[in-house]
Every structure is written in C-alpha cells, then in structure tokens.
C-alpha cells in the first residue's frame, strides 16, 4: 500500500522493499518528525486534526480504486454487538446491558449497504499518535497505511478524535465542532459508527491477549471505555 500512495500524501516515500518468505524489509525516506507529545492537548490535537481535515479531503475521490471499502474493511469489528448479544459477558456495562438490543441493531446498520461507510475517500482509519509525526516546523505526517480503503470522507477525522480523549481527556465534541469535517454529515451517521467501534472493543479486549502482544488488551479496553462514554452522550439513551 505505501508504494502505491501518490506523492501528495505527507508520508515518507518507500524505496525499496525486500521479502524473501521469511524475512521482509521496507526502507523508507528518513522522517525528521517525532511521536506528537502525550497526553494530548486541545491545540495539538487541533493542529492534527486540521492536518487530517486537508488529507481527507485531498484524498477525495479516493486516487486509488484498487483497495477495500471501509464497509467490507470493518464488517465483522462492527456487528461485534450481535455476537455479545448471544452471549453477553457478565461484566457488561450496566448501560450496555439495557441497550444490548440498540447496540446490536446499530452495529448492523453501520455495515449496510448505502450505509454511513459509503464514500470515496482513500482513508488511513489507523490514525492515533503511534501513527502520526510532527515535523519541526509543524507539518504533520501519516505512516503505516495498511489498513487504508474507501470511506467516507469524516471517518479518519472521527476515529482519530478517540485517541486525544484517552490519551489526554479532550472532549471530541469539542474537537469537531470547530470544524468543516462533518459539514453536511447526518449526526446518526457518526453515532451508528461509534456504536459498532465500541462493540468492537468490547468484544476485543475481552480475548486472551497474543503472546506477542501483551499489552494490547488494556489498550483495547481504554478505547472501549472512552467510546462508549462518547457513544452514551450521542444516543442519549438511558
């Protein structure tokens, strides 16, 4: 995926890649940016999230026709839901346990066809700090593309909105609201997405964590509990 980016994608070049079945190397132009600074602040965060808003739309209609759609992408992460609900865990949230029913149901309607992931954007939706570099002078840079498809234009902006609110309490509503990326988006669009986000975590960070990967369950769960605080606030159900 990185050969294929076009040159107007702020992200260092790949030059060269080497796979001989067991080993694979990919070099990249050196980067001069570092990891942006933890916990977030409302104005890096901003200044990212400005960076995301002109990459999207850069990238619309996507320059690449030959990736996956966001929907076929996320199809089994977001009807998490529908198999917690088969099944619930005891430890549920009290609140999620009330709206199981709702959570499922969201959790389809965020992968139907003609649904909220429809769009022709070439998006990252892997946006967090670990995948984002800040130049001396400002310019911010986007690496590790391999998750990369077709979606609508908001949804890098949306994912990324999660990670400031974990790593640094900045309230996304906040982040998005003094800005064009969900001009002239349906609110329910974002929501139903959020919901299937959340069941995805939930479902995740329950799964014994690989060995190679210790920590990855707690992480998980951080970004479960940070949606789902967002999620109840946009529903509003009790």
Known sequence: ???????SVPTPRLRFSYDDGDWVALVFDEALGQLPPLPWSATAAGS????????????TPSPLVQVPLAVDQLRTDLTAWKRLATAPPVDLDPWEWRNLDRLAAAGAAAVAT??????????????????????PGGRVLFVDWPWACRGPRWLDGVLFALDPLVHGGVDPEVLLHRR???????????????????????????????????????????????????????????
């Open 114 to 135: 003609e649904g909220p992931l429809t769009g022709d954007t070439l998006v990252h939706l892997d946006l967090r700090a670990d995948n984002i570099l800040v130049e």
């Open 180 to 238: 064009r990326i969900l001009d002239g988006v349906d609110p329910a669009d974002v929501t139903t997405v959020l919901v299937g986000l959340t069941g995805m975590w939930a479902e995740s960070f329950r799964a014994p964590p690989p060995p190679t990967m210790p920590t990855i369950r707690p992480f998980q769960r951080s970004f479960h509990d940070a949606a789902l605080d967002w999620v109840r606030r946009r529903t509003g159900w009790l």
């Open 48 to 59: 990212v999230l400005d960076a995301i808003e002109g990459l999207s739309a850069s990238l």
């Open 1 to 7: 995926m990185a050969a294929a980016l076009p040159p």
